[in-house]
């Protein structure tokens, strides 16, 4: 079993900041590449930013100088600091990992709950 559990949440001001947390826990062997991912109501879901195990980054074009994302990797915890927050960011934040599991052959994607991120003008 695997979990990602995310936090950190909230309601904000345009130009404020927030910083989500999501650790995962459970029958992991090894973490590759964890990230993040949004959805806003009546739109798909799309991708913010992701880090690899080697610690590159890759972020959306939208989010790039404003949000970091990050990851320590004796927590299996992956962070996402945002910045100068707009109300186009406003969105549902999704945590997902792909790892391999003790229980499961091969490498998957898990996701967690979904945090509720909102930028009010």
């Known amino acids: 079993q695997v979990q990602l559990v995310e936090s950190g949440g909230g309601l904000v001001q345009a130009g404020g900041s927030l910083r989500l947390s999501c650790a995962a826990s459970g029958t992991i062997l090894s973490i590759n590449n964890m990230g993040w991912f949004r959805q806003a109501p009546g739109k798909q879901r799309e991708l913010v930013a992701v880090?690899?195990?080697?610690?590159?980054?890759n972020y959306a074009d939208s989010v790039k100088g404003r949000f970091t994302i990050s990851r320590d990797n004796a927590k299996n915890t992956v962070y996402l600091q945002m910045n100068s927050l707009r109300p186009e960011d406003t969105a549902v934040y999704y945590c997902n990992a792909k790892l391999r599991s003790y229980r499961i052959p091969g490498s998957h994607d898990y996701w967690g709950q979904g945090t509720q991120v909102t930028v009010s003008s």
């Open positions: 880090i690899t195990s080697g610690d590159i980054t």
